[in-house]
T-cell receptor, first 113, second 111 residues
Framework: GNSVTQMEGPVTLSEEAFLTINCTYT??????LFWYVQYPGEGLQLLLK?????DKGSNKGFEATYRKETTSFHLEKGSVQVSDSAVYFC????????????FGEGTQLTVNP | EPEVTQTPSHQVTQMGQEVILRCVPI?????FYWYRQILGQKVEFLVS????????KSEIFDDQFSVERPDGSNFTLKIRSTKLEDSAMYFC?????????FGPGTRLLVL
């Protein structure tokens, strides 16, 4: 079956530090990959996505590259801000529009001033 | 910017009672979904809905659950007889094609 594994959390960083949140996946077929973010008290928001191998998704200074050879989609940001504090979810989708998302466990990021 | 809305934001119910969770998807979207997240666990898929019928459901979505699109705007999830283990955050989502947009969730507590 399909599954997503994220690095164990929580993660605590100082402002302007470099962020990496690891995500690896197992999938039948060729998945699309996503990172969603959940700010306190809010729903899941799409942060970025990549639909095929070697694609790089980017948004708000965050980046992730679809690595088929290592089945990974690690999230990175060069300089985090306090406002980046949230829970980050890696997810995959196999199949056509309307197919389910399969989520990782979520990683709580706290950025201190 | 259009968004998915959900009501209520919180619901407390007694075990065995029926609850209906409501969602208004983004207006031009064709695919609708329900997910849930039990506290401290992964977000789990429940069901997807397209063209007025269920297109996919998970093993969690048993006979206690049902979904309906009663009019052109609402999408509902009904739990017929709630159990303690149904306590979770329930998220509605909709999509036009690939990207799913999520609502803020309904926190359900079954006592």
């Amino acid at each position: 079956g399909n599954s997503v594994t994220q690095m164990e959390g929580p993660v605590t960083l100082s402002e302007e530090a470099f962020l990496t949140i690891n995500c690896t996946y197992t999938a039948t077929g060729y998945p699309s990959l996503f990172w969603y973010v959940q700010y306190p008290g809010e729903g899941l928001q799409l942060l970025l996505k990549a639909t095929k191998a070697d694609d790089k998704g980017s948004n708000k200074g965050f980046e992730a590259t679809y690595r088929k050879e290592t089945t990974s989609f690690h999230l990175e940001k060069g300089s985090v801000q306090v406002s980046d504090s949230a829970v980050y979810f890696c997810a995959l989708r196999v199949g056509t529009s309307g197919s389910r998302l399969t989520f990782g466990e979520g990683t709580q990021l706290t950025v201190n001033p | 910017e259009p968004e998915v809305t959900q009501t209520p934001s919180h619901q407390v119910t007694q075990m065995g009672q029926e609850v209906i969770l409501r969602c208004v998807p983004i207006s031009n979207h064709l695919y609708f979904y329900w997910y849930r997240q039990i506290l401290g666990q992964k977000v789990e898929f429940l069901v997807s809905f397209y063209n007025n019928e269920i297109s996919e459901k998970s093993e969690i979505f048993d006979d206690q659950f049902s979904v309906e699109r009663p009019d052109g705007s609402n999408f509902t999830l009904k739990i017929r007889s709630t159990k303690l283990e149904d306590s979770a955050m329930y998220f509605c989502a909709s999509s036009e094609a690939e990207t799913q947009y999520f609502g803020p969730g309904t926190r359900l507590l079954v006592l």
